[in-house]
């Protein structure tokens, strides 16, 4: 059972998840699988995760959520993979745009499966208000029992509710979650730091996720948004054990410690989920997401490959 965690505080949005799909009550299905998108929109940056059914058709529910928010079909290689593309994206949309093109293709889904296994979708992150100014977003759409739910946190906070946080996926208890982020309310809560918060939401996930399912809640995607006045969002990998790649080629084999990144759309650009080696910069137009691949080592100064999903279940 996937659990997703995206606290809004108002220095920063923090969305971890864990990235496995099982099967079968805990088998590993796809172990390049993804959970999260992140969006430039016109006038902010999202994080969107997703939990429940992993599949819309033959796609995976994190590239179905992708081609949504492109506009139409993504490019790919010979192989099915999509490709790195660069060009002008087919639509361009803003946070409220994002918020209503999802929740309409959530709602007209027509496979009988996505009402039996639910479909949750979380959208945090950064909205302009003016010239230098942000709004925090909070929104989830919620499919299930042939009904689509959609809730927004309101446009301003009142003081007491500007820590919040959103749970998808593996049930967890009220008293659970307010227990684990209680010094992020305080009086203290401005000097903790994002990845003190990071750190808390990990062992959570880890603790109650393999409460369902001993497979899933090792390996995490972490995305970290500060406000947009306050430095570059970041993303991280953290795995429970290494993630080896193994690179082939001039008669020569070398495996590699790699990373995992979720998908980046931005106006000109498609990245789609990929393993990564050294330190990138990716530009999503005004924002300049850091990338933390695995430590370079020996010859290899970098790399950056999409990957090949898992079909769905038969």
């Not at 029992?145 to 208890?173: H, M, N, V, Y």
Request: charged share 20%.
């Amino acid at each position: 059972m996937t659990l997703i965690l995206t606290a809004v505080t108002p220095h920063m949005v923090l969305h971890l998840s864990d990235r496995l799909v099982t099967r079968d009550g805990w088998k590993i299905h796809d172990p390049m699988s993804n959970k999260t998108v992140v969006y430039r929109a016109k006038d902010g940056f999202l994080v969107i995760g997703y939990a429940g059914l992993a599949y819309q058709g033959v796609l995976p529910t994190d590239e179905w959520i992708a081609e949504q928010l492109w506009g139409a079909a993504l490019p790919r290689h010979p192989d099915g993979r999509p490709v790195k593309s660069y060009g002008r994206a087919p639509a361009r949309r803003d946070v409220g745009q994002v918020i209503q093109v999802l929740r309409k293709a959530i709602e007209g889904l027509t496979d009988s499966n996505v009402d039996l296994y639910r479909l949750e979708v979380t959208v945090a992150g950064w909205q302009a208000v003016g010239k230098n100014r942000a709004r925090p977003v909070l929104a989830s759409i919620t499919r299930g029992g042939g009904r689509t739910e959609l809730s927004q946190a309101e446009r301003r906070w009142p003081c007491d509710k500007k820590f919040r946080i959103a749970a998808i996926g593996a049930p967890l208890t009220p008293d659970t979650l307010a227990q684990a982020v209680t010094p992020f309310r305080g009086r203290e809560a401005p000097s903790l730091t994002a990845l003190a918060l990071e750190k808390v939401l990990a062992d959570l996930i880890r603790t109650e996720a393999a409460k369902e399912k001993p497979t899933v809640g090792a390996h995490l995607l972490s995305v970290i948004v500060p406000r947009p006045d306050l430095g570059p969002p970041v993303c991280r990998f953290l795995p429970m054990s290494p993630h080896l790649a193994v690179l082939v080629g001039a008669g020569r084999t070398l495996t590699v410690p790699v990373t995992h990144t979720p998908w980046f759309l931005g106006p000109g650009i498609i990245w789609p989920p990929s393993v990564e080696v050294g330190l990138c910069y990716l530009d999503l137009g005004t924002y300049e997401v850091e990338i933390q691949g695995a430590p370079a080592s020996g010859s290899l100064a970098g790399l950056s490959s999409s990957i090949r999903r898992t079909p769905p279940p038969q």
